[in-house]
C-alpha cells in the first residue's frame, strides 16, 4: 500500500534546483520514486517522556562513552523547489533518516544500515546488497550536544571537551609569587550528530514503517524558519 505524498510532474528545474546541479547534486522528481509501507521492527516502544529518554540516554553514555549519531540528508525536487525527506515520528516531531551508530562502527556502513531499516525493505539487521545501495557523499555538518536534553551547537564551543578530557587547570602566578590554580568550567561532550548527503538515483523504491510518515518538506520552509525547524530534530 503506497503511502500518500503529493506528485507534481516534472517541469524545468528552478534556479535552486539548477543551482544545487551545477554543484554537483543531482536531485530528481518526486514522481520519480514510489513510496510503501512495511511493519515496525521489534517491539513497539512505549511512549517515551523528555525525562525518561534523557535516563536512558545517560545510562548508555555511562555504559558506551561518546554517542555517536550519522543521519542522511535526501533531496527530491517538487514544484520546481528542492525538498528535503523526513520522518514524521509519533505525529509530533521530525527527523533525518539515520540513528545512533554501533560501539565500533564506521561512520558510512551505519548510516547505509539505517537508511535500509528506515526506507527499505530490510529492517535493522541489515542486508549487505541493499546497503550497498545507498550512496553517501560528503559530510556536509557535523553538531555537538553536551546534555541530552540541551539543544546542540553546530560547532565545538571551546568549554567542551571529549569525554576522556574530565578537567582543566590553569596555574597563574600573581605579583606576590603565589600560585593559583584555577579550573574552568567543562563541558563533556555527550553526543556527536553527522549529517551526510546521500545521492539518490533517478529512480527508487522507500519502504517506511507504518509507525513514521516520510514527508517531502521545502527547504524555504526550513531554512531561517524558527518556527519550522524547531520541530525538526536529528
Request: aromatic share 8%; net charge neutral; with cysteine.
Amino acid at each position: 500500500m503506497g503511502l500518500e505524498m503529493e506528485i507534481a510532474p516534472a517541469a524545468v528545474p528552478s534556479a535552486a534546483v539548477a543551482a544545487a546541479r551545477e554543484q554537483g547534486v543531482e536531485i530528481y522528481p518526486l514522481s520519480c520514486y514510489y513510496f510503501g509501507a512495511k511493519d515496525a521492527a521489534g517491539v513497539p516502544r512505549a511512549v517515551e517522556t523528555a525525562a525518561d529518554r534523557a535516563l536512558r540516554l545517560k545510562a548508555n553514555f555511562a555504559a558506551h562513552g561518546l554517542r555517536t549519531s550519522v543521519h542522511g540528508v535526501l533531496l527530491v525536487e517538487l514544484f520546481d523547489h528542492p525538498h528535503v525527506l523526513l520522518l514524521q515520528v509519533r505525529n509530533s516531531s521530525f527527523v533525518l533518516p539515520g540513528g545512533r551508530l554501533r560501539p565500533g562502527e564506521e561512520d558510512v556502513q551505519g548510516l547505509k544500515r539505517k537508511l535500509s531499516s528506515k526506507l527499505s525493505v530490510v529492517d535493522d539487521l541489515g542486508d549487505a546488497e541493499d546497503e550497498d545501495d545507498w550512496q553517501v557523499g560528503e559530510c556536509i555538518g557535523m553538531w555537538w550536544r553536551s546534555e541530552f536534553e540541551a539543544i546542540p551547537f553546530p560547532y565545538m564551543p571551546p568549554n567542551f571537551r571529549s569525554p576522556k578530557v574530565q578537567n582543566v587547570a590553569v596555574s597563574t602566578v600573581s605579583k606576590f609569587s603565589i600560585v593559583t590554580i584555577v579550573l574552568t568550567q567543562v563541558c563533556i561532550v555527550k553526543e556527536c550528530i553527522k549529517l551526510f548527503l546521500i545521492r539518490l538515483p533517478m529512480s527508487r523504491q522507500f519502504i517506511v514503517p507504518r509507525n513514521m510518515k516520510l514527508l517531502a518538506v521545502p527547504l524555504s520552509q526550513i531554512h531561517n524558519n524558527a518556527q519550522v525547524s524547531s520541530h525538526v530534530g536529528f
